[in-house]
């Protein structure tokens, strides 16, 4: 999975034409940049940048990338300030989406017991410790 801070660490050295003033502006070490580039060209399978001694310019490949990078970190931004200050609209998070093994017809009644045990599992992540209480043992036996 490509990670936010790789795509903001290359849009930086795109900006800035150089790895070395990137790395001032963001602020880290020179090497945690150039790891950050080589992981995300790495991951994409594609040059991303042409490096020179003076500097670093981007191939298309990473002219593209570094655009859509650029709308990705401002969306993301947007989310979370709309996520802050609570007017973001409501999405259906993964405890409200159907257990893939429940879409079948009939798998609920072939494995009701199992469907519904992991159901349960998957909607609190806390299920594992709360079933070493006494309580939850006697309502599980």
Do not use: K, W, Y
Not at 18 to 24: E, F, G, L, V, W
Not at 59 to 81: C, K, Q
């Amino acid at each position: 999975m490509v990670q936010l801070t790789h795509l903001a660490t290359f849009v930086a050295v795109v900006e800035h034409g150089s790895m070395t003033t990137a790395s001032a502006a963001l602020p880290c070490a020179v090497s945690t940049v150039s790891t950050h580039v080589a992981l995300l060209e790495r991951r994409l399978d594609v040059r991303l940048l042409q490096r020179s001694a003076d500097g670093c310019t981007p191939t298309p490949a990473g002219v593209v990338v570094a655009r859509r990078a650029a709308e990705i970190l401002a969306l993301h931004t947007r989310m979370v300030a709309e996520a802050r200050a609570g007017s973001a609209t409501a999405l259906p998070t993964q405890r409200d989406a159907p257990h893939p093994a429940a879409a079948g017809p009939g798998s609920a009644q072939s494995a009701s017991g199992s469907a519904a045990s992991s159901s349960a599992t998957v909607a609190s992540p806390g299920a594992a410790s709360s079933s070493a209480s006494p309580g939850a043992r006697s309502a599980n036996e």
